[in-house]
Each structure stands twice: as structure tokens, then as C-alpha cells.
């Protein structure tokens, strides 16, 4: 077997395991018969595909790993969960290889994927016994595997990706996991939640450096179209933000729910996620338009909390107002995306999207309040794949509505400095211009939904 087969195979087989804007049902009223200038200023391209792919699986590795560690460390009786849901995620790709390759295939795959895992845990058991040498064991043992897996990238690619690019990558990766542990460990909370963002972020970045190696080598495989696009970065953006904010949630909910010392670091890394979007506004229109999409973006937030801190009262008044407070949210933020986009997300599509979301939320949370964690994570895992549909139906409405911003961009000629050798400044403008474009009827949208409310 060789290892640019295996490589391509990866990625080709898991873009089949992502749904398709599930949102953008009624888009294509609005737009022209597709033509080879259209898919390629599209959102849904098959390299589009391979991206968001890429950029689901490996952030949520992030995230997992992090979460997985805390539990490690804390004792706390769902660490098994915690670290099967690390491994489940995983083994998505063995899965996807094993489609391709077979049962020995994958298993060789799944030895050089997993390793680093392994290295994280003995990392974890170490720091809870105190035991500084087994921590430099881990330590250089994921040294060792930094430089071989760069080594299979440079080969695999081609050189598209040199092993030095990747190793520094690798470097930042590693540091951005460890670093975030150790200051969970000295109960610096937000450098913490701040470091497991940042990890987040990162390996979202290394999917788009990835995606366009693979369509690079394997053009006949992609249409010979391009992952790195401003169409589909925009999607990749939301892709991020939307899956983060479901990570971020589940995991903040828990720690309500135990009263942990890190809860406000927690929601305010839950917060934080939201004020992106905030930024974007308000670098266009300024704080005051910012404060006015803030409340509408952060309300089901705060009805989370609401749910949390009722369930913690056993106060069950409390938790149907809250169930009733998120269920007027979905009308609400149905009919104002449904009115900004002028029907390219339709009303009752979304809403069917987001009680999807709060539905697996409130799963999550109740299943790891009544102690059945394997239920818990199963549903934190469903929530996380399942923002990918708001984001692939949210991009490929705006691009429909707003097409002049977004043009066809030629493949590059380099590999793009994100996420392998350090981090680049990646553009937002065509973001920031849409959001305006967006904002002004959307903030039209809720005035008349909130007038017909009152």
C-alpha cells in the first residue's frame, strides 16, 4: 500500500460521510443551472466537500483531546466516555479507510493516527501521579511522532507538504494541547479555554492547508476545482464557528451541572465564540449595531444556562420556561434568517435545523446529569456534526444572494501558510462585507418579528 493512496483515500471517503446543506432546500429556485464558473464560486464543490470534511474531523479532534484530558486528570467518572468519544473519532477515519484498503489497511492507518493519543494520555496518568519522568517520556515519545508523521506527509504529498512545514505545524498542535492541560492543572481557567480555542482554530486551519495538497495531487478526483476559495471559506468559517459552539456548549453545560471551578472560564469561552460574529458586525457598523446582533446571537445561549441552573435547583417550572424560552428563539431566529436571506433558508427548514440542535443539548445535558454517559457523548458528537448543515446551508445562501463577492479563485501556486508552519493572517473580508450586506435585513428581520410578538 502506498502512502499517497492511503492519503487521498481518506479524505475522498469522508467528504461521503458529511451531509450536504440540508438548509439550502430552497436555493436553487433562486439561482441559474450550474455551469462550470458557478461550481467553482460554489459552496458544495467536490474539493469544497474534502475541506469541511477535513475541517469537522480534525477540530473536533481538538476539542475531544482536551475535553478527554481534563477528565483524565479531574478522576472524573466519565473519562472512559470522554476518551471513547477521543478514539470514535478516530476511528471515523479508520472507518473511511477501511472502505477503501480493508481491515489491514486501516489498522495501519489507525496505529499512526492513534499514537499521539496515546502519548496525551500517558501525559494526563502522569501528571496525576506526579510523575515528572513519565511526563518527559510522553513528552519525547510525541517528538518521535511529530517527526515521522511529518515524514508521511512529505511523502504522501508529494512535497507539497515538506516535512519541515509539517513538523512546525505539529509543534504548535502539541504545545497548544499540552499548554492548555497544564493550565487546567494550575487552575488558570482561562488560559485554559483560551488554549483549547486556539487548538480548535488551528487544526481548522491545517484542514484547508491539507485540502489544498490533496486537490493539487488528485485534481481529477476534486472537478479540478479548488478548496480555497472565498466561497468556500466562508464556509469553512461557519463550519468552525457553528461545530465549536456546540462543543463549547455541551461541555460548559457540564460543568454547571457539577459546579465546577472553570464554569465561568467555560461560558465565557462559549461566549467568546459568539462575540466572532459580534466583532464582524461591529467592525462594520459599529458597537451599537454589534450589541443589537449580540442579544439576538447570544439569547438561546442564555436560555442554556437558564436550563442549567434550574436543573442544578431541581426547580422544573424552571426548566419547561427555558424549554419554552429556546422554543420561541427558534421562531424567532427562523424567520429573521429566513427574511435576511430572502427565502434561501426557508422558515420551517431551519427551524427543524435548530430544535435538531437544542434537542441534542438537552439530550447531552440530561444523559450526563443522570449519570448515562455514553448517551451523553453520543449526543455531543451529533451535535457537533450536525452544525455542519446550518453552516453549508447559512454559506451557500449568502454566496447566492451576495455573488459578486465572491469570485472563482485560481488554485495557488504554494501551499497556503496556515496551520502547518505557523499561523497566517487568512482573510475575512469577503465575510466582514457579507455579514454588513446580511445585517441590515436581518436587523430589519427582527423588528418586524419582534412587533408581530408583541
Do not use: C
Not at 156 to 177: F, K, S
Not at 427 to 446: D, H, N, Y
Request: aromatic share 8%.
Amino acid at each position: 500500500m502506498k502512502m499517497n493512496k492511503l492519503l487521498v483515500a481518506l479524505p475522498l471517503t469522508l467528504s461521503l460521510l458529511v451531509p450536504t446543506a440540508a438548509l439550502a432546500d430552497g436555493h436553487e429556485s433562486h439561482s441559474a443551472p450550474a455551469s462550470a464558473s458557478a461550481m467553482e464560486t460554489g459552496t458544495a464543490t467536490p474539493a469544497a466537500e474534502l475541506r469541511i470534511a477535513l475541517d469537522t474531523v480534525l477540530t473536533e479532534h481538538a476539542f475531544l483531546a482536551v475535553e478527554a484530558m481534563r477528565k483524565g486528570v479531574d478522576g472524573a467518572e466519565d473519562f472512559d466516555q470522554a476518551s471513547g468519544a477521543l478514539l470514535a473519532n478516530a476511528d471515523d477515519l479508520k472507518a473511511a479507510v477501511a472502505s477503501v484498503y480493508g481491515d489491514e489497511g486501516a489498522a495501519q492507518f489507525d496505529e499512526i493516527w492513534k499514537s499521539h493519543i496515546g502519548y496525551f494520555v500517558d501525559y494526563v496518568t502522569a501528571t496525576a501521579k506526579e510523575d515528572q519522568a513519565g511526563k518527559d517520556k510522553a513528552l519525547a515519545d510525541l517528538e518521535e511522532y511529530k517527526k515521522t508523521q511529518s515524514d508521511f506527509f512529505d511523502a504522501a504529498t508529494e512535497g507539497r507538504l515538506p516535512a519541515a512545514a509539517v513538523q512546525e505545524g505539529l509543534d504548535m498542535h502539541v504545545d497548544q494541547l499540552v499548554e492548555a492541560f497544564d493550565a487546567y492543572v494550575a487552575g488558570d481557567f482561562e488560559t485554559a479555554y483560551a488554549l483549547e480555542r486556539e487548538s480548535i482554530h488551528h487544526m481548522s486551519m491545517f484542514a484547508e492547508t491539507l485540502s489544498v495538497a490533496i486537490a493539487d495531487q488528485f485534481p481529477e478526483n476534486f472537478d479540478g476545482t479548488n478548496p480555497d476559495t472565498p466561497a468556500v471559506d466562508l464556509r469553512a468559517q461557519l463550519n468552525m464557528t457553528f461545530t465549536e459552539h456546540a462543543g463549547l456548549a455541551a461541555m460548559a453545560m457540564q460543568d454547571g451541572a457539577d459546579g465546577a471551578e472553570s464554569f465561568d472560564q467555560a461560558s465565557a469561552g462559549l461566549l467568546a465564540n459568539a462575540d466572532d460574529l459580534t466583532a464582524a458586525v461591529a467592525s462594520v457598523y459599529g458597537d451599537e449595531a454589534g450589541a443589537q446582533f449580540e442579544e439576538i446571537w447570544k439569547s438561546h445561549i442564555g436560555y442554556f444556562v437558564d436550563y442549567v441552573v434550574a436543573t442544578g435547583e431541581g426547580n422544573m417550572e424552571g426548566q419547561e420556561k427555558a424549554k419554552a424560552d429556546l422554543d420561541q428563539y427558534i421562531i424567532e431566529q427562523a424567520a429573521l434568517l429566513d427574511a435576511a436571506t430572502e427565502g434561501r433558508v426557508p422558515a420551517d427548514a431551519l427551524e427543524e435545523g435548530l430544535k435538531a440542535h437544542t434537542g441534542q443539548l438537552l439530550a447531552a445535558f440530561d444523559s450526563y446529569v443522570a449519570g448515562d454517559f455514553d448517551a451523553a457523548y453520543n449526543s455531543i458528537r451529533e451535535a457537533y456534526a450536525h452544525m455542519s448543515m446550518p453552516a453549508a446551508g447559512l454559506s451557500a445562501a449568502i454566496v447566492d444572494q451576495f455573488p459578486d463577492q465572491f469570485g472563482a479563485a485560481e488554485m495557488p501556486s504554494e501551499m497556503p501558510a496556515t496551520g502547518m508552519g505557523g499561523t497566517a493572517a487568512s482573510s475575512t473580508t469577503p465575510f466582514l462585507w457579507i455579514m454588513a450586506g446580511l445585517m441590515l435585513a436581518a436587523l430589519a428581520a427582527t423588528a418586524a418579528v419582534r412587533y408581530r410578538k408583541q
